[in-house]
């Protein structure tokens, strides 16, 4: 539906600068939107792997815990040795002005905390298994958490590329072409009404010979 606007040159120059705006938007929410589609199918079948690495890793881990749990009885004294993990840091990278998170875990050596006077071998395989947890887990977490985003990001560029693309371009299209279509129509009326004038003036002038 055509915007009433007055038929004006002013107008029309106007409405057809906000249409181009409107038509370079969509152009740019277009490119957009395939671009994060790309990103995120990357990261799909990134996740994809890694889901079905970590529950691998993690199977190995408690059939590791089970193993120690059975040869040491809880091996819950042994756990509280181990320090609590602050290598974690966390920064971010944009795509097309979607910040995506990077998560960084420090690497460090593996050290053990725990005497081997009173543990077995089974206790030092699970503590291996759940350092390989840890960090796939780190891994799952960014790529999930920028699927997450992405995911978002793209459902809001779709919304706003559907609005230009199916109220606000025809909207414009259609008032430029009621302004243009005005303004021609007046210049037939302005045209004919010349032609009116011109032959009464020379009438009047033939009889006045």
């Known amino acids: 539906m055509a915007q009433q606007v007055f038929p004006t040159k002013g107008n029309l120059i106007a409405q057809k600068k906000s249409l181009q705006l409107a038509l370079l938007g969509y152009e740019l929410l277009d490119r957009k939107r395939n671009i994060l589609i790309r990103e995120l199918m990357g990261l799909v079948e990134q996740a994809e792997q890694l889901r079905g690495s970590i529950e691998d890793t993690y199977k190995s881990a408690y059939s590791a815990l089970q193993l120690a749990n059975i040869s040491l009885g809880l091996v819950t004294p042994y756990a509280e040795c181990v320090p609590i993990e602050n290598g974690l840091s966390l920064s971010t990278r944009s795509v097309m002005g979607v910040d ?3 998560v ?41 958490n920028s699927i ?9 560029t779709q919304r706003r590329a559907n609005a230009l ?45």
């Open 104 to 144: 960084t875990l420090e690497p460090q050596e593996l050290d053990i905390n725990y005497g081997f006077l009173n543990t077995t071998a089974a206790l030092d395989e699970a503590y291996v298994a759940f350092d390989k947890v840890k960090k796939a887990s780190v891994q799952l977490a960014e790529t999930e």
């Open 165 to 209: 693309k199916n109220i606000i371009i025809p909207n414009g299209e259609a008032t430029v072409k009621y302004i243009s279509d005005s303004l021609e129509e007046k210049e037939r009326e302005e045209f004919s009404r010349l032609k009116v004038i011109k032959a009464v003036k020379l009438k009047k002038e033939s009889e006045t010979i």
């Open 100 to 102: 995506l998170p990077t």
């Open 148 to 156: 997450y985003r992405l995911s978002v990001a793209i459902r809001k």
